[in-house]
């Protein structure tokens, strides 16, 4: 699925390309750690997990400095969580642990602010949010996940850092620092309560990705 999707992506880039340059495209790849933010009683965090990323950006430029920024990633998101010491449903601590990762389409729309060029160089910061729909998910046995324990849809704030190394007219490297913190929670907590009965049990996905990208 992932294949698939990143083919269409670069269709889409070979495309848009083609248009005025008061529009901009670029392609990335962005390994990732990705863990979960949790709120709940007898649960947390139990660390990172590894991923990669990519996406395709379309960038308006209303200004010399300033840019819309929008287009279509491919998140590999998720993390592992654990049950604290004093739980009350998971009693033993070799059970109490668990992973799960989900592959989620995002569409961000972000603001872009850009220094100047400085020789071949120029630097970056930007801001906005995503919203994404969680295409699959599964736990650490590799089992999926029912719909009805997580969110098909999540909503995220993101902010980035980043430079761009001109290395032609109209084509530049482009590396960037980027955070995804989640907003709206992974887990279906209702369900959760009316299944498991836990309290309240919500999980929002955060990443930090770092990517390396080309600029057309």
């Known amino acids: 699925m992932k294949k698939t999707l990143f083919a269409a992506l670069l269709f889409t880039a070979s495309a848009l390309c083609a248009q005025d340059k008061a529009i901009n495209v ?4 962005a390994p990732a750690f990705s863990w979960f933010g949790i709120s709940h009683k007898y649960s947390e965090s ?17 200004h010399e400095n300033f840019s819309l920024v929008t287009g279509v990633n491919i998140n590999s998101i998720g993390g592992k969580m654990k049950s604290t010491k004093d739980a009350e449903i998971l009693k033993q601590a070799e059970k109490s642990k668990i992973s799960y990762k989900a592959t989620e389409l995002e569409l961000p729309l972000l603001i ?6 400085y020789g071949s160089m120029r630097y970056f910061m930007k801001a906005g949010f995503g919203i994404g ?26 902010l980035g850092i980043g430079a ?12 960037e620092l980027r955070f995804n913190g989640g907003i ?3 887990t279906r907590s209702k369900n959760w309560v009316k299944d498991f009965g836990v309290k309240e049990f919500r999980s929002r996905c955060n990443f930090l990705e770092l990517g390396l990208g080309v600029q057309f």
């Open 184 to 186: 709206s929670s992974f």
């Open 112 to 117: 872009q602010a850009r220094t100047d060029q």
């Open 26 to 29: 670029g392609l990335k790849v």
């Open 46 to 62: 139990d660390g990172v997990k590894a991923k990669c990323n990519a996406g395709i950006s379309v960038l308006y430029n209303f």
């Open 164 to 175: 761009e190394y001109e290395v032609a007219r109209n084509c530049a490297i482009v590396g």
């Open 133 to 158: 729909a969680v295409l699959q998910a599964r736990d650490s046995e590799k089992n999926k996940i029912q719909k009805k324990y997580y969110n098909t849809a999540l909503t995220s704030y993101i």
